[in-house]
């Protein structure tokens, strides 16, 4: 007999706290067993998610609560991962939506939810963090309400269920006032709330893939849910491809999830979601179906990416120094090995067999595929971002983002000067009780390249921002995005005390005594808009004659440090960021490099 099911999606914003909800969730299902050593954001699995405290990767899980088997899948909760969000929806039949008792619902939190009431889906509306001493847990309830009605939710969905919750603490409650000590309340709700899935186990088969994996054993893995049918190890199927093609195909694996593990199966039905090997051309919204009588379920639509970089061979003069994969083949190889997962992603060759075009949906999913080479022993080049145009009814249109700021109140002014320059247009602005105002705008996306930088120097660094896709609309004009100029490195060699201290009224260091520097390699930013070539190699001529003022302490300026992000954000047209496992470099292409690319 088929076990009672319920499929379940956690959506919310970034930072809200999902992965420490679905942590209680976990800890208090029973799937630990007595003594075992417990990590904190356990969903959190990839090292990057980690570091960074947000959610990359669309993850499953599975727990037990009184002989019903939930699906927990955890979604991310930046717009530049919307791509894995709009998929894990069609396997779900029900969410909960996290909303932070302080800040209310927030831009990636209307772009979920949107997708979420599209597909009929009722949330269950968890107000989290009541604990902290800010919280307004019943103006976060009315937020979500007005949400729901600006998105035109239907009457079912407006009267939608709601509980009170802190993750860190562990406890969910229906009433503010009352006592709780663990998460049953959340469990009872999605028992309750949370429609068992529909499906035929007595159809022929029909499984959709939402979710690619892969396995140095296995080869790719598709993870989806069975909508008809059912599906056994080893048998004989059909994938229906999107060009409408029938490939067969063994099951060579089935398996399903419990807690964090994947467990073996024999068989599944309808409404389970399992992760399926042996079908090695699968791609996402693909159907695995039946042989003898082949069904294709409809396509699954993933947003095109909308910003683009070149990702080249490094030939810097400190080129294959510090990195272990430097050929343009193994660059070759890796990016289209990241295609097998990350469906959000294109890669294009170009005409020079040493660089590919690779697009995505925002800097921060590029960024996180840079950097997940370089700790991997990859050593390459990157140029700057550049936004992707299409023409939409014979018109050229590019891509407009939401972008919602929360600034303390004497940084207003100037973020709404800087973002006219932008052409960024104010939709709304709310004062706070504390101090703090929120701003939206509808922005161009390349208007907010390179603009976090600036903004974290308008707001000296209390500002947070959040942005997410919109939609396509006619070109703006020129913007106005003009940075100072660069100061570079004039010849190859060791950076000294003597030269950066005396080059410090030129502007400001990107390096410190010490650091090694080639020609062009861009080590600081000109106080002027020109480009300045100095020679930060110069030592002090040493004589027999004493200086009177010898002895006394100098002190240079902290350099201002370039991480990968900021790099990205930092470069110009006529540049590119040096990338290797053990160091980020900023680099000038020299005049033969511009022309040659002229010419291309």
Known sequence: ????????????????????????????????????????????????????????????????????????????????????????????????????????????????????????????????????????????????????????????????????ASGLQGYAKEDLDAEAVDMQALFEAILHHVPPPVGDPAKPLQLQVTTLDYSEYLGRIVIGRIHNGTIKASQQAALVKDTGDIVQAKVTKLMGFEGLKRVDLKEASAGYIVAVAGFADANIGETITCPNEPQALPLIKVDEPTLQMTFCVNDSPFAGKEGDFVTSRQLRDRLFRELETNVALRVEPTDSPDKFLVS?????????????????????????????YREVNGQPCEPFEYLVLDVPEEAVGSCIE??????GEMQDMQVGANGRTQIDFVIPARGLVGFRGDFLRLTKGEGIMNHSFLEYRPMTGELETRRNGVIVAFEEGMATFYALKNGEDRGVFFIKPGTKVYKNMIIGEHNRPQDLDLNVCKTKQLTNHRSATGDELVQLQAPVEMSLERALEYIGPDELVEITPQSVRLRKLSKKKLAKQGKR
């Open 1 to 164: 007999m088929t076990l009672p099911i319920r499929n379940v999606a956690i959506i919310a914003h970034v930072d809200h706290g999902k992965t420490t909800l679905v942590d209680a969730l976990l800890k208090q299902s029973g799937i630990f067993r007595e003594g075992e050593d417990i990590p904190d954001c356990v969903m959190d699995s990839n090292d990057l998610e980690r570091e960074r405290g947000i959610t990359i990767l669309s993850k499953n899980t599975a727990v037990r609560y009184k002989d019903i088997l939930i699906n927990i899948v955890d979604t991310p909760g930046h717009a530049d991962f919307g791509g894995e969000v709009e998929r894990v929806l069609g396997m779900v039949d029900g969410c909960i939506l996290i909303v932070d008792a302080n800040e209310g619902p927030m831009p990636q939190t209307r772009f979920v939810l949107k997708k979420a009431l599209e597909k009929g889906l009722r949330p269950i509306v968890v107000v989290n963090k009541i604990d902290r001493p800010q919280a307004d847990p019943y103006g976060a309830i009315d937020k979500v309400l007005d949400l729901f009605l600006e998105l035109g939710a239907d009457d079912d969905q407006c009267e939608f269920p709601y509980l009170f």
């Open 360 to 388: 995505g949906r925002g800097e921060l999913h590029l960024g996180i595929l840079i950097e997940t080479m370089r700790r991997q022993g990859y050593e390459f080049q990157v140029s700057q971002p550049q936004v992707i």
């Open 418 to 423: 800087r973002l006219g320059q932008r052409k």
